[in-house]
């Protein structure tokens, strides 16, 4: 189990380094010139140079990229002062340090992305597992059917819809924000109500859809089937055989998803304006600011990449056979 792990963390490393590398070139090499981003509309020779110099782009593009790992790992020091690692640079807009500010975003991506992903797998997966048990009757077809029909939706539609019938019109939930859940837990709750609601419409319909299929498909398999014809109930064939096969799909799609969520569900806080990183990359890019997005985006690459070494040693515990690929 330990060899694995190690084996899986190092290619994962590998693949971080390579994001990191192919990040940097395209927003640091290709460019023809950053620093005129940096610089603005009223930008002066001499101050294009400064900001050239202070950016460390009047070097050649391999040590800047060597500065800029460095700086991550042991920080790196700026015009603007000394900063201290993981160090992404300042930003274009606001000249703040990228880390403090993808820091002071994170708190609310991850309450958003944690309590929806709380509801979207108790509902999903037990419906899924209903449907499943209850294969052919009419809770199978309502819940196959409600699926189907809540997967087509999507949450810039759904979001303007929720907000507009229980904020605007009928007046029962304040509009979404974000509190601290140190500072107030209820306003924490019912600020993220609302978003957590339609993240989970449109999740709970795949993921019913999702363990549904894949516990019939386990139901088929020869050691259910054997397990059966020793004389075992349905019940614990269905849960102690059948569940812990389906799970490996489930697991995989939910590693995903989460993985996603944690980087900056840019459409959800956007649509609801939550101040998280995935509305936070949407207004660097707006900005062209590029230390920002840079940051921003290996910051997501790096929760993605966790979340699929978490997914591979969910699997080898799941199923012992895994840990020998």
């Not at 101050?47 to 460390?56: D, H, P, Q, W």
């Not at 052919?136 to 699926?147: E, M, Q």
């Not at 812990?244 to 996603?260: A, N």
């Not at 649509?271 to 840079?294: I, K, Y």
């Amino acid at each position: 189990m330990l060899r694995f792990l190690v084996r899986r963390s190092l290619g994962a490393m590998v693949i971080l380094l390579i994001i990191s590398a192919v990040t940097f070139f395209l927003f640091y090499a290709v460019p023809r010139d950053p620093a005129m981003l940096a610089c603005g509309k009223n930008c002066t020779p001499d101050a294009l140079a400064v900001i050239r110099k202070n950016m460390g782009i009047d070097e050649p593009v391999p040590m800047q990229y060597w500065h800029f790992m460095v700086g991550i790992f042991a920080g790196r020091d700026f015009a603007a002062g000394a900063c201290p690692a993981p160090c992404f640079g300042y930003s274009f807009a606001n000249q703040d340090p990228v880390w403090n500010t993808i820091l002071d975003r994170f708190p609310t991506t991850v309450s958003l992305t944690l309590g929806g992903a709380v509801v979207f797998l108790t509902i999903g997966l037990g419906a899924g597992m209903i449907a499943a048990w209850k294969r052919g009757t009419l809770a199978d077809k309502l819940f196959s059917t409600g699926s189907l029909v809540l997967s087509s939706l999507q949450i810039y539609f759904v979001g303007p819809l929720v907000l507009a019938l229980l904020v605007f019109n009928l007046g029962l939930l304040d509009q979404p924000t974000y509190v601290p859940l140190s500072e107030d837990p209820a306003g924490w709750f019912m600020g993220l109500l609302i978003p957590w609601m339609v993240i989970q419409i449109i999740f709970t319909a795949n993921y019913t859809r999702l363990s549904r299929s894949s516990m019939i498909e386990q139901l088929s398999e020869d050691h259910v089937r054997t397990a059966r014809a020793k004389g075992m109930s349905g019940k614990f064939v269905f849960f102690r055989y059948a569940w812990r096969g389906s799970l490996i799909p489930i697991v995989t799609i939910f590693g995903v998803d989460l993985g996603s969520l944690l980087g900056g569900a840019m459409i959800t806080e956007w649509t609801f304006s939550l101040p998280g990183l995935g509305r936070l990359a949407v207004e660097s890019v707006q900005n062209t600011d590029l230390p920002m997005v840079m940051g921003v985006m290996l910051f997501s690459a790096t929760f993605i990449i966790l979340l699929n070494v978490i997914v591979d040693a969910a699997y080898a515990f799941i199923d012992p056979r895994v840990r020998l690929a």
